[in-house]
């Protein structure tokens, strides 16, 4: 049995501070169909090395902006520290695509992964999923979907600042936080990426209203003090727990939603729940 126990964690400032090194990469851009329009993935791998277990990162920008360009340094931090295989997915933004396109080109790069990781130097036995805000949204919405279909094998998931409540019934308030991100602005991200009412209880989208996260994988969430965002992240590591899922959480002091996403202390804890989760998965 693995020797890990649910635990929530605060995290003094300035705990940790790993820095980013200077680890040559090769980086490759791949273009996949996917759900609405071709996709590019961004590949990042230390040089040389092979079975490497693979991370799928999916960046920021609350559904409607952000980029590959934008996850740079939180992709090469994995690559380099893990190591590990990063696939980094460009996936489709709403207004233009609405859900489901993200949540579909998620799925689509992980079976892409399955297939053809091996040629990059990667291991598809050993997958995690990596995301901040909605990109964190994206990779639990990946683990559901994996879970649902069944086609995939995801070992952990680490999920930083997500958006998981398109209610907003359990933001904190931005005001007494000195939150760098406001309930307007959330209200408005989810309109363009859920415009029908009804997509908002389904649980992909929200999945603090599923009552199905058992068989969800081993779950880190990592959580800014000075975030609206932290109260629900927060609540869905509580909701985890109940579940019988394997939760850690997190909570950074002094530290913006924002800087979440790049924060080193955070990465580095990511890291090494990777590791021992990918360790886990290599001794079954």
Not at 15 to 38: F, R
Not at 131 to 136: E, K, R, S
Request: contains cysteine.
């Amino acid at each position: 049995m693995d020797a890990f126990k649910p635990s929530y964690s605060f995290v003094p400032a300035g705990n940790n501070p790993a820095e980013a090194t200077s680890t040559a990469l090769d980086v490759t851009d791949v273009q996949i169909e996917g759900h609405a329009q071709d996709i590019t993935l961004r590949l990042y791998r230390q040089a040389q090395k092979t079975a490497l277990p693979v991370l799928l990162y999916f960046h920021g920008g609350g559904f409607t902006k952000g980029s590959i360009d934008q996850a740079e340094f939180a992709a090469r931090y994995f690559a380099e520290h893990l190591p590990a295989l990063v696939v980094s997915v460009g996936y489709s933004l709403a207004p233009q695509f609405p859900f489901p396109a993200a949540p579909e080109d998620a799925h689509r790069a992980a079976l892409w992964v399955q297939a053809r990781a091996r040629a990059f130097g990667g291991n598809s036995r050993k997958v995690g999923v990596a995301g901040h805000d909605a990109g964190g949204q994206l990779a639990n919405c990946l683990a559901f979907i994996a879970r649902d279909r069944g086609d995939v094998q995801i070992a952990a998931q680490a999920l930083f600042g997500p958006m998981l409540d398109p209610s907003l019934t359990r933001l904190g308030d931005e005001k007494r936080l000195g939150s760098d991100i406001t309930a307007k602005e959330c209200a408005a991200c989810y309109r363009a990426y859920l415009p029908q009412a009804s997509q908002r209880m389904h649980p992909y989208a929200a999945p603090l209203e599923s009552s199905r996260l058992a068989g969800l994988p081993a779950t880190l969430i990592a959580t800014a003090q000075n975030d609206v965002l932290h109260v629900e992240a927060e609540k869905y590591a509580s909701s985890l727990i109940d579940a019988g899922v394997l939760t850690q959480v997190v909570r950074y002091p002094s530290v913006s939603h924002a800087a979440l996403a790049d924060h080193p202390a955070a990465l580095q804890e990511a890291v090494r729940f990777f590791q021992w989760r990918f360790d886990a998965r290599a001794h079954r």
